[in-house]
């Protein structure tokens, strides 16, 4: 194995971040480093246990779920989503990906659980953010970078993707992003719990994922790490969210 300290010591020397903490096993071989510090003004040092943001990392947790519930013959992948979500039992596609938001047609066919699971429903983000299509996903549904606290509640959120037509009919495109959040309100529906307490359930306590959650407990907030992005001019970090922020409810 490379040696997995200097490695990530490379990164927080240079101010790319503060602190990173990573595992790399092979076999037997484990090796585990943990270098910086919790945030840019080095408060604490980075730890074995630091709580990180996993963002777009809940994506194959999600699909993991729902994978589960076609198991359990709850969902199908071939069955139509307006089964469960009766805002998308009549979707409609924006006649080009450029043409304007009220110059659709009809779907093809419905939507399906494997059009989700495969990012082919026709929602989420093309190569190009500009086209009008996309703008509403940024607005009314606060997609782009995580504001948890911003996103209204599912059944509200729901209504007003029903009223956003797709880019692309189903099945037609891959597209990032939505509709792994679409997929959630599906999981939670179907199986009439939070979604939260799906993912508990079926996920995060079998494998003893005990620090796996949509917030951060006030007893855990020591071990959590501020969120930050890089200044596009080559200045310092920004930070985006310290760990009293979004995610500490």
């Known amino acids: 194995m490379s040696d997995l300290r200097s490695l990530l010591e490379t990164h927080a020397g240079d101010g790319s971040l503060p602190g990173a903490v990573a595992l790399v096993a092979h076999g037997d071989d484990i090796e585990v480093a943990a270098v910086g510090s919790v945030d840019t003004s080095g408060t604490a040092p980075m730890a074995r246990d630091s709580l990180f943001r996993i963002a777009s990392v809940t994506k194959p947790v999600t699909a993991a779920a729902a994978m589960m519930l076609v198991e359990d013959g709850l969902l199908a ?3 139509p989503v307006a089964r469960w979500l009766p805002e998308l039992a009549a979707p409609t596609v924006v006649r080009t990906p450029s043409a304007p938001l009220h110059d659709v047609v009809p779907a093809d066919r419905p939507i399906t659980v494997a059009d989700l699971l495969t990012f082919r429903a026709g929602y989420g983000f093309p190569a190009d953010f500009s086209l009008p299509a996309v703008a509403p996903l940024f607005g009314a549904l606060k997609q782009g970078p995580p504001r948890p606290q911003e996103v209204p509640e599912p059944d509200v959120w729901m209504a007003a993707l029903g009223r956003i037509p797709l880019l692309h009919q189903p099945g037609e495109a891959w597209l990032y992003n939505t509709c792994s959040d679409i997929l959630g309100v599906l999981i939670a529906r179907a199986t009439g719990q939070p979604f939260q307490d799906v993912l508990a359930e079926r996920v995060f306590e079998p494998l003893g994922m005990r620090d796996t959650a949509f917030a951060v407990p006030p007893g855990q ?16 970090l920004e930070l985006v969210d310290a760990p009293a922020g979004e995610w500490s409810t």
């Open 77 to 79: 992948l071939d069955v």
């Open 221 to 236: 907030l020591h071990r959590f790490t501020g969120y930050y992005r890089a200044d596009p001019d080559g200045g310092a």
